[in-house]
């Protein structure tokens, strides 16, 4: 975590801390009497990293989602409730979430807003199930996620499903890729979204060559870039996370291979580009509609709202966040309570503009109603790339 992060999110939580602290004594008892205790505020967790690689991009989603609080609260809450968001560290790592999870259900939450990486969310999903409460994942977007069979789980952030259909136009219609080598880190998300992909392109113009998978903590590409040059490679598609992908993209370019990069959302960051430097100019990647190419009323309100507050410009993920806890706002209204299961039925027939698109859910709960676009790297910014799938 950046220094600036730590600091603001340092602020913030003490803020958090102290607006929290005359109602957590209401929550001390079994989750179940926690919820139905009337304490004035709205007990809503948020499972974010905190901390490790991925950390600035939690502090981003939380950002957005601490903006939604703060706009409901002042226009008077939920059903006459103050939000109060209490946040737990995931670390992007299964075991932390699952700890995360059940300290968050001890401390009686009603819902649960947050999530960015699938293979921390995943083994949370049966802890929040038991509890009963409502699951909206802000950006982890496996489609393995709805596929559990639990009733309380709902993405903000499109399936992986949708991704693969993006990738693969790309490949096919735009850059007549010939040979694909896609890789992914091992994660849960990263081999949903490689899988889905090559499955897509199956029987296409593009070959898709086996799938390397690269562990997470490899900083060292050169066995994959051989299998690049062995091959013939035509294209890469990395499904993993940012950290990697710039380092991936600099090797590959050291090696002298020119041959189109790209990336899928879990690698659309700043810090990619910083990170990457003048390697990242014509990287492409496919990722949901971002608040920063809309030009609606709405979304520069966000971002100039965002920027005044945090100092800072909103990340990848941050409307998603935002759109996540105003998800939660007009379910509990359509359903007249705070009761969870009330809200997780009104979370299934729920639909509202949202700073992503419209906001509006599947029966297994996957996100309908936002669209993939293709983003290329250009000095050193993201721009929607010229030619779209």
Request: hydrophobic letters at 45%; proline letters at 4%; aromatic letters at 8%.
């Amino acid at each position: 975590m950046t220094t600036k992060s730590a600091l603001r999110r340092s602020a913030v939580l003490g803020a958090a801390a102290l607006a929290a602290c005359g109602s957590l004594a209401a929550f001390a008892g079994s989750a179940s009497a926690a919820r139905k205790a009337s304490s004035g505020t709205y007990l809503v967790g948020v499972s974010e990293p905190m901390t490790g690689a991925e950390a600035e991009a939690g502090t981003e989603i939380y950002d957005g989602e601490l903006l939604a609080a703060a706009k409901i609260n002042a226009a008077g809450g939920v059903l006459g409730h103050q939000i109060v968001l209490k946040e737990e560290d995931d670390a992007c790592d299964p075991q932390t979430s699952v700890n995360a999870a059940n300290k968050l259900v001890s401390l009686g939450v009603q819902a649960m807003v947050g999530g960015y990486c699938s293979s921390a969310a995943q083994p949370a999903e049966p802890i929040y199930a038991r509890a009963g409460i409502p699951n909206i994942q802000a950006a982890a977007n496996s489609t393995t996620l709805v596929q559990g069979g639990y009733h309380n789980v709902f993405l903000i952030d499109p399936g992986g499903s949708l991704q693969a259909v993006e990738a693969a136009g790309l490949f096919t219609k735009v850059l007549k890729t010939k040979k694909l080598l896609i890789a992914d880190d091992q994660s849960t998300y990263a081999v949903n979204v490689a899988q889905l992909t090559a499955k897509d392109l199956k029987g296409s113009s593009t070959q898709v060559l086996p799938i390397q998978a690269v562990p997470a903590t490899n900083q060292d590409f050169s066995a994959v870039i051989n299998t690049v040059r062995a091959e013939g490679a035509t294209a890469i598609y990395w499904t993993g996370y940012f950290a990697q992908a710039a380092e991936f993209v600099r090797q590959l370019r050291t090696a002298g291979l020119t041959i189109p990069f790209v990336t899928a959302d879990g690698s659309v960051d700043p810090t990619f580009i910083k990170d990457a430097g003048a390697d990242a100019n014509g990287v492409y990647s496919t990722i949901a509609v971002l608040t920063s190419f809309l030009t609606g009323p709405a979304a520069k309100a966000f971002d100039s709202a965002y920027v005044a507050r945090f100092h800072s410009q909103p990340g990848p993920y941050s409307a998603y966040g935002y759109d996540g806890v105003f998800a939660l706002r007009d379910a509990a209204v359509a359903a007249h309570s705070l009761v969870p299961a009330k809200v997780i039925a009104a979370l299934h027939h729920l639909k509202f503009d949202g700073l992503t698109g419209v906001v509006s859910f599947a029966p297994n709960g996957s996100r309908i109603g936002a669209h993939f676009v293709v983003l290329e790297v250009v000095g050193g910014k993201y721009v929607l790339a010229p030619h779209q799938p």
